[in-house]
């Protein structure tokens, strides 16, 4: 009963990390008129908290070895806390983007250490809690944008108070919960980070090999997405819908892809989701109807969030309690690069002239091919699982 009380902790820790990283992008009108500044200067703000998302991940991994996890994760959310309350009385350019960056550095160790944690203390339920955990998350990037919309009727700085104070409430009540809960044990095996890392690297290039492609394309996918609606006719409000399905649909997504990874083979499923996520893609780009269009926006954000609770489900099932927390830490350091680069892809290509249709079916093609190459692979009992 205390884990399952820890657990929920956590589902609230990790909806407010995930909407300190996506409640700047609302914001930037925002901050384009309070601070007179450029659409450069302000699209720094929102990647300062992306980077930071993935700066510290690789030292997080090292500290999990002398660190125990729980310990790691409260102090994430001390971060998170701290971090908001520098934005939210930012007065200058410069302390905005500390805070942004800050914030993004609390989410980046909180899910380095919260997810290995997450699969010790429920071991035979690796899947699900990922699932559920994934879908608290998700629901932030829903409602980042209405709930800016609502504060900016009193002050935009509201919205990153809230932050900072739902963030301190629900990081005190975890440290309490976590004082009077029985923590795994499975951790204190992993004590050397380089040689964890190293003794999984099949596993670890394994991983990227099946997911690094598909969260690349995902990425410059959704940052382009409602431009690339309106290419296809849809007004801006009905463009900015379908954005809004898209993160909608990732919801249920994270609950049932979670669920299934527990109950099927976990490379064989995580080919299934990459080989839906082309075709689904492939067939957005052959529609124009404002119906299809919104039919297939839907299977697309199903199919691709299902992909990140198998994945955590893969690596966190599969790795020994020797060497979960190091070699977690080195794929999601290297996914999250991955991830990262996207977005700057996806807009060369468009300033070479090739149409979003063009780019995006490519993309659907290539991961196609991938796929059947690794099916090929997993067949002959090549990729380990």
């Not at 300190?20 to 008129?33: E, H, Q, S, Y």
């Not at 608290?136 to 009193?154: D, K």
Request: aromatic content about 10%.
């Amino acid at each position: 009963m205390t884990r399952t009380r820890l657990f929920a902790s956590l589902c609230g820790l990790v909806f407010f990390l995930n909407l300190a990283r996506v409640i700047f992008a609302p914001l930037l009108d925002v901050f384009i008129g309070e601070f007179a500044i450029g659409e450069a200067t302000a699209g720094l703000i929102v990647t300062l908290a992306w980077v930071g998302s993935s700066s510290l991940r690789l030292p997080t991994g090292w500290l999990l070895t002398k660190v125990p996890r729980h310990h790691i994760v409260i102090g994430s959310g001390l971060i998170l806390a701290a971090s908001s309350a520098i934005a939210a009385t930012a007065t200058t350019v410069p302390r905005l983007m500390s805070g942004a960056f800050l914030m993004g550095i609390a989410s980046g160790v909180y899910f380095v250490s919260a997810n290995p944690l997450l699969s010790e203390l429920f071991p035979s339920r690796v899947g699900r809690v990922m699932g559920i955990h994934g879908a608290a998350s998700q629901i932030a990037a829903v409602i980042a944008a209405p709930f800016v919309a609502l504060t900016l009727l009193v002050d935009w700085r509201l919205s990153l108070w809230a932050i900072a104070v739902g963030a301190a409430v629900v990081t005190v009540a975890t440290w309490l919960i976590a004082s009077n809960t029985e923590m795994p044990t499975a951790g204190r095996a992993d004590r050397d980070f380089v040689a964890g890392a190293l003794s999984e690297w099949r596993l670890i290039v394994t991983a990227l090999a099946i997911v690094g492609a598909p969260v690349f394309v995902w990425q410059g996918l959704f940052n382009f997405y409602e431009l690339y609606m309106q290419s296809k006719g849809l007004s801006d409000r009905a463009a900015g819908m379908a954005l809004t399905i898209v993160f909608a649909a990732g919801v249920p997504a994270f609950y049932f892809g979670g669920d299934l990874a527990d109950r099927f083979p976990k490379v064989p499923y995580l080919l299934g989701i990459v080989g839906a996520f082309a075709a689904s893609l492939l067939a957005l780009t052959a529609v124009d109807s404002l119906v299809a269009l919104v039919v297939i926006t839907a299977i697309v954000g199903f199919v691709v969030h299902a992909l990140f609770p198998a994945t955590d489900t893969y690596l966190l099932d599969t790795l020994p309690d020797s060497t979960r927390g190091s070699a977690y830490a080195v794929f999601s350091s290297a996914w999250m690069l991955t991830q990262a680069l996207g977005s700057s892809a996806v807009g060369l290509f468009l300033e070479q002239g090739y149409t979003y249709d063009t780019v995006f079916s490519s993309a659907a093609l290539l991961l196609g091919a991938s796929v059947v190459v690794l099916v090929v692979l997993e067949r002959r009992g090549r990729l380990p699982s």
